[in-house]
T-cell receptor, first 116, second 111 residues
Framework: DAGVIQSPRHEVTEMGQEVTLRCKPISGHNSLFWYRQTMMRGLELLIYFNNNVPIDDSGMPEDRFSAKMPNASFSTLKIQPSEPRDSAVYFC??????????????FGEGSRLTVL | DAKTTQPPSMDCAEGRAANLPCNHSTISGNEYVYWYRQIHSQGPQYIIHGLKNNETNEMASLIITEDRKSSTLILPHATLRDTAVYYCIVRDSGSARQLTFGSGTQLTVLP
C-alpha cells in the first residue's frame, strides 16, 4: 500500500489567499485525522472523521479553517483567508478502526505551509 | 487522559540499547500506553502499545511497571536511523478520543 498521501508537500502563499491541503487515506481505513505541528505548540489535533463524518472538530482554530471528507478516499483541509500564523506542517493520518484498544495511526509525510 | 512526563533529550551509542523512560503516575485502569516516534521532517510513526503486560515487536520492547505508573521503551540495538523524537502517550481504550502528543524525548544515536 502507498500509505497516506498528502499534497502539496510544500506550499508558499501570501496572506489572504485560500489554501487547500489534500489527503488520501490508506484504502480500507475508516478514520481520518488532521494534525498541525509548529515549534511553539507541537502536534495538535484539528479534526477527525469516522466513516466520513466529522466526530470532533474542537481543535479547529477558527472559522477560517474548514475540513471535508466527501468520500472514504479523500479529504481536504481549507484555510480561507490564510494568515502568517497558519504557517506550520499539516499532517493527515488514518486508522483502520479507531477506538477501543486500537491506537495505531498511520501518518502522511505532511504539507509544509508558509504564509507570507 | 493521563499526563505523561518524559526527559527532553537522551543520547545513546550506536549498537547499544536505548532505554527511554516515561512517567504516567495518574494512569487509570482503562488507559493504554502508546509509543510513537517522529524522525526529522517525517510524520509520526507508531512503534508499540500495551496495557499491563510487557510487549515486544520487530521495532522495540515495552516494559510497563507492575503499578503501571511508568514504562520504558527499549530499542535493543540502536542505529543512527533511530535518531528521532519519541512520544509516550496514554489513551483511554473506552473512548474514541484522539491521541494527544506531548513534547517527547529527543533521542540522538551517536556513532
Amino acid at each position: 500500500d502507498a500509505g497516506v498521501i498528502q499534497s502539496p508537500r510544500h506550499e508558499v502563499t501570501e496572506m489572504g489567499q485560500e489554501v487547500t491541503l489534500r489527503c488520501k487515506p490508506i484504502s480500507g481505513h475508516n478514520s481520518l485525522f488532521w494534525y498541525r505541528q509548529t515549534m511553539m505548540r507541537g502536534l495538535e489535533l484539528l479534526i477527525y472523521f469516522n466513516n466520513n463524518v466529522p466526530i470532533d472538530d474542537s481543535g479547529m482554530p477558527e472559522d477560517r479553517f474548514s475540513a471535508k471528507m466527501p468520500n472514504a478516499s479523500f479529504s481536504t483541509l481549507k484555510i480561507q483567508p490564510s494568515e502568517p500564523r497558519d504557517s506550520a506542517v499539516y499532517f493527515c493520518a488514518s486508522s483502520i478502526r479507531w477506538g477501543g484498544a486500537n491506537g495505531e495511526l498511520f501518518f502522511g509525510e505532511g504539507s509544509r505551509l508558509t504564509v507570507l | 487522559d493521563a499526563k505523561t512526563t518524559q526527559p527532553p533529550s537522551m543520547d545513546c551509542a550506536e549498537g547499544r540499547a536505548a532505554n527511554l523512560p516515561c512517567n504516567h503516575s495518574t494512569i487509570s485502569g482503562n488507559e493504554y500506553v502508546y509509543w510513537y516516534r517522529q524522525i526529522h521532517s517525517q510524520g509520526p510513526q507508531y512503534i508499540i502499545h500495551g496495557l499491563k503486560n510487557n510487549e515486544t515487536n520487530e521495532m522495540a520492547s515495552l516494559i510497563i511497571t507492575e503499578d503501571r505508573k511508568s514504562s520504558t521503551l527499549i530499542l535493543p540495538h540502536a542505529t543512527l536511523r533511530d535518531t528521532a523524537v519519541y512520544y509516550c502517550i496514554v489513551r483511554d481504550s473506552g473512548s474514541a478520543r484522539q491521541l494527544t502528543f506531548g513534547s517527547g524525548t529527543q533521542l540522538t544515536v551517536l556513532p
